[in-house]
């Protein structure tokens, strides 16, 4: 199968590339995002793998997330329609996971509960907040970050997110439509940061997860990313810790650093389960 030609009868929002004798390799966007980020990476990759993109609950073609709280969600609500999806899919084959920022946190709890047969995992900047303690500065830092986004009307939360994570008077800059579809999306970016705050897993608990690594992290990034990525990297038994010149955005703002990582990890690991 090309990298054209997603896959029939799939669920809505979730797109099958490659080739379909392929390792199996699993991407998870970021907020405010979709499975489209992954399109350079998928180009990639598409020749020797078998590529599942899923756009999140309330992104993309998926399904809204559907609760009365914003508050209320959290990665719970969230993992069973990828897993569903995978299994549909690929059955219990062995997977790769790639995340970004909220996707890299959610890959890291699939990995982690075993929710997968997970092999190896690899993100960018996975914004698993719940591991910083209270008195952190970079907890408090993000914390300011969701209260301002939650207690703003949906346009000027948007751009307070949007800069946050690039930078200011970026979200100003775009065209007016785009403007508008994204601000379409700021419920689902409180209930994001919700799931972010609010997963019980404690920053040991990633002790436990024993599978090859890679994290990366943006040299200017944020301190609320950069400070989870510092620790996640004291606690994975099986951490590679990479440092890539951009910000948190980097999957998209600078592919070209960013995917030969991935690809170069990814390769790897198929390598080594072919040992």
């Known amino acids: 199968m090309t990298i054209d030609s997603a896959v029939m009868q799939l669920p809505q929002g979730c797109y099958r590339y490659g080739n379909e004798a392929g390792a199996k390799v699993l991407l998870l966007h970021s907020s405010q995002s979709n499975s489209g980020q992954w399109r350079e990476l998928i180009q990639r990759l598409a020749a020797n793998y078998d590529i599942l993109a899923i756009d999140l609950l309330g992104y993309g073609k998926a399904p809204p997330a559907s609760l009365k709280s914003r508050d209320a969600f959290r990665f719970s609500d969230e993992v069973p329609r990828i897993v569903d999806c995978v299994s549909a899919v690929w059955g219990d084959a062995p997977v790769l996971l790639v995340g970004h920022s909220y996707g890299g946190a959610l890959a890291l709890k699939l990995a982690l ?58 979200f100003r800059a775009l065209p007016e439509k785009i403007q508008h579809a994204m601000a379409a999306q700021a419920d689902k970016v409180s209930m994001d940061f919700a799931a972010l705050m609010g997963e019980p897993h404690k920053l040991v608990d990633y002790r436990l997860l024993n599978r090859p690594v890679l994290l990366l992290t943006g040299s200017e990034s944020r301190l609320s990313a950069r400070s989870v990525a510092a620790q996640l990297q004291q606690v994975l038994p099986e951490v590679t810790l990479e440092h890539v010149a951009c910000g948190h955005m980097g999957p998209l703002t600078h592919p070209q650093l960013v995917n030969p990582l991935l690809v170069a990890f990814i390769e790897q690991q198929r390598a080594c389960s072919s040992d």
């Open 113 to 170: 509960e075993q929710l997968l047969v997970v092999t190896a995992v690899a993100v960018f900047e996975p914004v698993a907040f719940h591991i910083l303690d209270a008195n952190d500065p970079a907890r408090a830092e993000i914390e300011k970050v969701a209260t301002e986004t939650d207690q703003a009307d949906a346009l000027l939360s948007t751009e307070l997110f949007v800069d946050y994570w690039n930078q200011p008077g970026y």
